[in-house]
């Protein structure tokens, strides 16, 4: 093997430089107007990634996720055909949420104010004294939601006619995420968190390794970074339309500790036996648009959603996805280790990120600077930012040709 071919060369500045050089403007990462237009441009508009099918495991599963951007409560239901629906969560008498718990299993959903009922096809089947309303039950079933599923993630979108279907929207990225753990999982082991930060902050965190080697020499250590490659820089930048991806560098160097060993061999053991050793060469980023990425690696098959709260605030969910439940204490060992390795690392993001909330919203700067190895955040806000001023376009015409 010729070893210099082999040798870690970083992306060059020339290859991201049409992404744009300049200084990104700071309003958009505090300013309540913009995450207003955010709202609307994105939120409301764009295929987001609310769940996996593994949470509707038979006829009646549902699940209900809340979404603070949208200002929403959405109800996904696997019905008595089998098939996945989603509707808004109110009830279409007075507006009332229509179920207040998380998840479970029914075949019926009853407003607990008038008692209005709905079926899994979200009709109004029962209303009290229903012969005193002008109006039919058949117009008053529950707001619907398109929802779509692709390598087992359920996706909605808030817009009644979506302009692109699930598959359209993730393009060339939906076959890879197919080949994912994700795609077959039957379980999965979870973690939320909440922080003082807008959703772009916290997401820019998690898509470049530019901070590895001083905010996570603990945790990360020379899992990804080494003297030949000191930031632990990625070898290859994909950008697809809004989407994008990278191969995250491995140091081949790397010696783990006895109890990572101890893990880690069950977890390649798993990987091979699920048929993902084709995975275990390579570990890739996928940042689906708007708030969700995944990694490919078999080992650590996780994926982060960052949902908006507020201008300020932010709610991340990790999942990691596993087939068959935990056949044994060493497998259970190797897939908790793997949750609690993953969580300290992100522990460690923490207060960074709310410090650097705190600086952007104190009015000291008004820009912030991305270098080339930190494309990938370049590449996000141009999206987002085109996307808002696509919107702001687009209403600034239906105004002035009303």
């Known amino acids: 093997m010729n070893v210099e071919a082999t040798k870690f060369r970083p992306i060059s500045n020339e290859r991201v430089a049409v992404l ?30 609310i769940g996996h099918v593994s949470e509707l495991p038979e006829p009646g599963s549902f699940i209900v996720r809340k979404m603070e951007a949208a200002r929403a409560s959405i109800l996904i239901v696997r019905g ?17 949420e229509l179920v207040a718990q998380s998840d479970g299993l029914a075949s019926t959903f009853s407003c607990r104010y008038h008692m209005w009922t709905f079926n899994d096809r979200g009709e109004l089947r029962g ?28 996706f909605i979108n808030l817009t009644p006619e979506p302009e692109q279907t699930l598959s359209d929207f993730l393009g060339p990225l939906e076959t890879q995420l197919e080949q994912l753990p994700c795609a077959t999982a039957t379980t999965f082991a979870e973690y939320v968190y909440e922080i003082d ?27 990804a970074t080494g003297p030949e490659n000191p930031f632990g820089y990625a070898t ?11 191969a995250l560098w491995m140091n081949p160097e790397h010696q783990p500790g006895p109890v990572q060993v101890s893990a880690l061999d069950r977890l390649v053991s798993d990987a ?26 078999p080992i650590l098959p996780f994926s982060h959603t960052v949902f908006p709260i507020a201008p300020e605030k932010s709610r991340g969910v990790i999942r990691f996805y596993w087939r068959g439940e935990d056949d ?75």
Request: glycine share 8%; with cysteine.
């Open 328 to 402: 044994s204490a060493t497998q259970r060992f190797a897939r908790e280790y793997a949750v609690a390795a993953t969580r300290d690392v992100h522990a460690e993001d923490r207060g960074v990120i709310e410090a650097g909330q705190r600086g952007i919203s104190s009015g000291a700067i008004q820009h912030i600077h991305f270098q080339a190895q930190e494309a990938l955040c370049r590449h996000f806000i141009n999206s987002v930012d085109a996307t808002v001023q696509a919107y702001k376009a687009e209403k600034a015409l239906g105004v002035s040709g009303a």
């Open 236 to 246: 290859r930048f994909d950008f697809i339309g809004l989407h994008r991806k990278q």
């Open 127 to 154: 209303a009290p004294d229903f012969e005193r309303f002008f109006l039919d039950k058949a117009d008053c079933g529950l707001s619907k939601v398109a929802v779509g599923v692709s390598a087992g993630l359920i």
């Open 272 to 297: 091979m036996s699920g048929g993902y050793g084709e995975l275990m060469a390579s570990s890739e980023y996928f940042a689906i648009f708007p708030n969700f990425f995944m990694l490919n690696s």
């Open 80 to 96: 008595k055909d089998s098939v996945i629906r989603a509707f808004y969560n109110v009830c279409t008498h007075r507006g009332t």
């Open 20 to 49: 744009g050089t300049q200084p990104i403007r700071i309003g958009p990462y505090h300013d309540p107007e913009y995450f207003a237009l955010e709202r609307e441009a994105i939120f409301k508009r764009a295929w987001l990634h």
């Open 197 to 223: 930060a807008n959703w772009k902050l916290v997401y820019d965190n998690f898509q470049e390794n530019y901070h590895l080697r001083f905010i996570h020499p603990r945790s990360v250590g020379t899992t």
